[in-house]
């Protein structure tokens, strides 16, 4: 399927500060290059961390090793406890620590909900246009140091409804998945349930 590549995201942004586009971001590049194309990096971070339907993994095993540490998962933006009342922890140095019983060292398993860092190219395209309005916002602000830019556009707050939308079709929300919702319905903590 194709989609809006890197090099069209970066020339899209070299366009919002008057620039010419490029052929390649491969190789030696100019310092408006370079810069747009970190930029794009930065952004596409920045949005993926927040954790959507395309980009997490819900309830993974994670495995202790022979020395009963859990190593974080190298592609993971964040790491978050499945069920904290079970097992709270944090990630510190690759690893993950035990914010209870202050350890790396695990005696079990533990379940975690991993954010992936994705490749630009391979994200869904609405998720790719918006990174891309909002990068070309940010790089033109650093660039031209315009106070005005601090606003987003139109194009990338149609974007972000584009991305939102899709995230809507995608996945499979329910409103009884509100944390208000469910207390209401079920009369005790969503946290309870997943440990009985």
Avoid: C
Wanted: glycine content about 4%; hydrophobic content about 35%.
């Amino acid at each position: 399927m194709a989609g809006t590549t890197k090099l069209e995201a970066v020339n899209t942004m070299l366009s919002a500060i008057g620039e010419a586009p490029v052929n390649t971001i491969t190789g030696g590049q100019t310092g408006d290059v370079a810069m747009a194309e970190n930029i794009l990096n930065e952004i596409t971070r920045v949005v993926l961390v927040e954790g959507w339907n395309f980009n997490m993994d819900i309830e993974v095993e994670l495995t202790r090793n022979s020395d009963d540490e859990i190593l974080a998962p190298a592609d993971g933006l964040a790491v978050r406890p499945y069920n904290k009342r079970q097992h709270n922890f944090a990630v510190r140095g690759g690893k993950i620590y035990d914010l209870e019983k202050r350890t790396y060292t695990w005696t079990t398993n533990v379940k975690a909900n991993i954010v992936r860092d994705i490749a630009y190219e391979d994200l869904p395209e609405p998720v790719r246009q918006y990174i891309m309005h909002r990068a070309a916002r940010i790089f033109r602000m650093r660039v031209l140091n315009d106070l005005q830019d601090r606003v987003p556009s139109e194009e990338e707050i149609r974007a972000l409804a584009d991305m939102k939308l899709h995230e809507s079709e995608e996945a499979d929300y329910r409103l009884s998945d509100a944390y208000d919702i469910s207390r209401i319905t079920y009369r005790q903590s969503p946290r309870d349930m997943h440990s009985q």
